[in-house]
């Protein structure tokens, strides 16, 4: 079990992770949600019906990992709009198919990341400075989108564009600065694809 999810009964998954890992996914996820920030209900008011009828940004992200995070629809950046006027309705459609729907993607990915800190926050440590992880069927999936958001993030810093592209990587100098972000993003990789495996089995 040591690095690598397995399944359990009830169509969870467990993992054993060490104080460090904890830590190192906690920060993570921490500032995961710092990034993705409050809802529209978190910082202004309290009524259901106004954060149900919110609408969202219909501008990109400024952040290049937001904009990672909450990618244009309706454009592909492979193939070049056919006219002017094709690229114009193209950003129209997409801009108005983020106003619908960023709200809820945010929403989506902030109780994602706050499943990793909570799930994190109630293990009993081990007698080794570890524990075991144990989640259900539910937290299983929202870690496995949390997971898949924060190496998102780490990727648009280390600018990887291809999942492909990761060999040289491996064979970054320990004096390189980028080193431990790309360690923590391989290490989340491997972890992605075990937990993966373990909701597919």
């Known amino acids: 079990m040591p690095g690598h999810f397995e399944p359990i009964r009830g169509g969870g998954a467990a993992v054993a992770l ?8 906690r920060s993570l996820a921490v500032q995961l949600l710092e990034l993705i920030g409050p809802g529209p209900g978190e910082d202004a008011s309290d009524d259901p019906l106004a954060e149900l009828f919110a609408e969202g940004p219909s501008e990109p992200p400024a952040d290049p990992v937001l ?3 909450f990618p244009d629809a309706y ?4 193939q070049a709009p056919d006219s002017p ?21 945010r929403a989506g990915k902030r109780e994602n990341a ?9 293990l009993t440590p081990g007698g080794d400075g570890g524990a075991i992880l144990k989640l259900t069927a539910e937290e ?3 870690w496995l989108g949390s997971l898949n958001d ?15 592209d990761t060999d040289d990587l491996y064979r970054l100098p320990d004096e390189d600065p980028r080193k ?11 972890l992605q694809e075990t937990l993966v495996n373990t909701l597919t089995r």
């Open 18 to 25: 060490d104080d460090v890992e904890i830590s190192i996914i």
């Open 67 to 69: 904009r990672r995070l």
């Open 75 to 78: 454009t592909d950046p492979e």
């Open 85 to 105: 006027q094709d690229a114009e309705e193209r950003m129209a459609h997409s801009a108005e198919f983020r106003r619908f729907t960023e709200n809820d993607l």
């Open 114 to 122: 706050l499943a990793v800190v909570r799930t994190l926050d109630s």
């Open 140 to 142: 299983s999936r929202q």
């Open 150 to 164: 924060l190496r998102l993030a780490i990727g648009s810093r280390l600018d990887i564009t291809d999942e492909d």
């Open 180 to 190: 431990p972000m790309v360690m923590a993003y391989l290490w989340l990789g491997g």
